[in-house]
């Protein structure tokens, strides 16, 4: 079984479209994040959500969306993409009080 | 804020060699500390981590990172690299168990294995 699991793991679409990137953790950790990786390989925190609580990242256009409908779920949503939009999303978790982050494997958004 | 700076953006190492790969960070409690390895296309593989105890951490691959409290760094090292090791690595910091602020990761060093 995968830990955290993301899908799709490559996905193009065109510029204006509206997509979804889905992540499940199968660990019942209580707080997942999503990360973002720039074409210069730069990782940056974009959310985190914890059931009660939802952290934006302060640069995250609101164009972007985290939806959770359940603990285990944390899903992104993405509206009228652009091109600078293309990057790989990573889902993460971790749970309060205990050690560890648990990284899924990645999704590759081209926007074209 | 966290924060963490990874000095060298390439490194190119014979394979054989020993390495060393920089990282300091800033983190205003006991720091959390990581390094991931990504291999092109592919996602973060975790070489190791350390919280609290002997300051020098095992990890995967052979690999090992020294945690510094008085340099505030925690560098990776491997005694002979191989040429399968040519990645990119990150080192990261976080709070233990989580947290709003999750990880916040170094730049990178971009690992170049000459044969």
């Known amino acids: 079984d995968t830990a955290v699991s993301q899908t799709p793991k490559y996905l193009v679409t065109q510029m204006g479209n509206d997509k979804s990137i889905k992540c499940e953790q199968n660990?019942?950790?209580?707080?997942m994040y999503w990360y973002k990786q720039d074409s210069k390989k730069f990782l940056k925190i974009m959310f985190s959500?914890?059931?009660?609580?939802?952290?934006i990242n302060e640069t995250v256009p609101n164009r972007f969306s985290p939806k959770s409908p359940d603990k285990a779920h944390l899903n992104l949503h993405i509206n009228s993409l652009e091109l600078g939009d293309s990057a790989v999303y990573f889902c993460?978790?971790?749970?309060?009080?205990?050690?560890?982050?648990?990284f899924g494997s990645g999704t590759r958004l081209t926007v074209v | 804020a966290q924060s963490v700076t990874q000095p060298d953006i390439h490194i190119t190492v014979s394979e054989g060699a020993s390495l060393e790969l920089r990282c300091n960070y800033s983190?205003?409690?006991?720091?959390?500390l990581f390094w991931y390895v990504q291999s092109p296309g592919q996602g973060l593989q975790l070489l190791l981590k350390y919280f609290s105890g002997d300051t020098l951490v095992q990890g995967i691959k052979g690999f090992e990172a020294e945690f510094k409290r008085s340099q505030s760094s925690f560098n990776l090292r491997k005694p002979s690299v191989h040429w399968s090791d040519a990645a990119e690595y990150f080192c990261?910091?976080?709070?233990f168990g989580g947290g709003a602020d999750g990880l916040t990761f170094g730049k990178g060093t971009h690992l170049i294995i000459q044969p």
């Open positions: 983190y205003g409690a006991t720091p959390y």
């Open positions: 959500y914890n059931n009660k609580e939802l952290i």
């Open positions: 660990l019942g950790h209580d707080t």
């Open positions: 993460a978790s971790s749970q309060t009080g205990q050690g560890g982050y648990t």
């Open positions: 990261a910091v976080g709070a």
